[in-house]
Every structure is written in C-alpha cells, then in structure tokens.
C-alpha cells in the first residue's frame, strides 16, 4: 500500500522547486493534491495534468497566501470537494535579499507575510477540519538560514526562524488532538533558481558541503513525505536539517 493513499494534502507554493517535488512525490504515493500558486497559469495546468495522470486528482488555487481570507476560502471549497484535508506541506516562500541599512520596509514585510503570515493563515484555515477529524500533520519548511541566520537576509531569516518557533507551540497546542506538526530547513538545494548562479560560485557551496554536493528537490521531499506519513507518527515540534552536513 502507498504511503498517502487516498490521503487529502494541500501544498503551498508548488509550481516549481521544492513544492513541486513534494506535490509529484506525494501523488507517486497516492495522495490527492491540492497546490496553491500565484503566477503562472500555464505551469499551474501543466502540474494539474502531471499528477493527474499518476492516478490522483489535483487542483490548483491562484492566490497569495499572505491573504487570511483567501486560504480560509480555500480550505473551505477543498473539505467541500475532497472531504477531509490530512496533510498540509506550507512551502510557499519568497526572498528579497538586502543588506539591513539598505533594506526597505517594503521589503521586510513582503518577505514576513509571506513567509510566516501565510503559515499563520493556512493553519488556522485547515486546523478546525484536523481538529474534527482528530489527526492531521503540518509540515512547514523553514531553512537553515533560520536555524544559523546570514548576512544580507535579515528578513529571510527573521520568517524562517519564526516558523520554528510557530511549529513547536503549534506541536504543543495540537498534539492531544493527534495532529502533529514539524519543520524541515533545506541547506543548499539546486534548483531552476540556483541553475542561473555563476557555476564556480555553485561549485564552492559544494565544497563546503560534508557530503560535497547540493541537495537535490527529492531529498527534501523525501523527508516532507515522511513526516506527512504515519511513519512519522509518533515524532512532532521537531526541525530536521536536509543540508548535507553543512551545519555540522
């Protein structure tokens, strides 16, 4: 039997990177997936067919889940649709990196609403159906850069440091209810994003890396797969690094 079978899991940010690994594994697995996105319609109906044709059925949601309402609305239509919602990956992130003296108010709070006000959102707008079904699991990714800070991201790494401290009590609140709740913080993955940096640059983050390489989508997803499965059903308010040592 898959993991996930006939499981319902909403995935934020999932057209491309790591969101997208995550929604095609989780399909590979039986789950049917809901994904949110906010730009591409094309790709959006490209990932719709992809897991669509793995047996599953899939919709994706265009909006900003910096928008409280929006992700109630959402989460609302899919209990509607699917029944139930057991899994719930918050993947959606940004970055507008800057160095503080030159970092607008702009953009901290950009980053900050959508990286932490969005996982606020999502997981009031799907905790009362968890609640009622008396299990669930919450999988929010934050990154090492939360975990370690760096310099240039102080938004970044404020929002993703934020979760952690969100998934624990979220973990402690919840728990009695069955519904469990952990982080995963990604080191250096590769991805479309990182495919346009300067190869030698690339090349010294691999070096640094233990394990001498990037990270690929898979490995995040595989560890996102585990957590939303009952494999995990006894571990919750962790942080997992998926970094290849890089913080050793």
Not at 96 to 109: H, P
């Amino acid at each position: 039997m898959k993991l996930l079978e006939n499981k319902v899991s909403i995935i934020t940010g999932a057209t491309r990177g790591i969101g997208k690994g995550v929604a095609e594994l989780f399909a590979d697995q039986g789950s049917h997936i809901i994904f949110t996105y906010v730009s591409s319609d094309e790709k959006a109906r490209e990932l719709e067919a992809e897991l669509q044709a793995k047996g599953v059925k899939a919709k994706g949601y265009k909006f900003n889940v910096a928008d409280f309402t929006a992700c109630e609305e959402m989460a609302n239509d899919v209990v509607k649709e699917f029944g139930s919602i057991d899994v719930v990956v918050n993947n959606a992130g940004i970055t507008r990196d800057n160095l503080l003296m030159r970092m607008s108010e702009e953009q901290w709070d950009e980053v900050i609403n959508t990286n932490l006000k969005s996982i606020f959102n999502m997981t009031k707008a799907v905790q009362r159906t968890m609640l009622k079904q008396r299990k669930g699991s919450i999988v929010n990714m934050s990154s090492v850069v939360g975990v370690k800070g760096n310099a240039g991201q102080a938004n970044y790494a404020a929002s993703k440091a934020g979760l952690l401290g969100f998934t624990k009590s979220v973990a402690l609140e919840l728990g009695s209810r069955n519904i469990r709740c952990n982080a995963i913080a990604p080191g250096f993955i590769e991805t479309e994003m990182t495919g346009a940096l300067d190869e030698a640059t690339v090349q010294g983050w691999r070096d640094a890396i233990p394990l001498k390489r990037g990270g690929t989508t898979e490995d995040v997803a595989n560890l996102a797969l585990f957590l939303a499965s009952d494999m995990s059903a006894y571990i919750t308010g962790q942080t997992i690094n998926v970094d290849g040592g890089m913080l050793t």
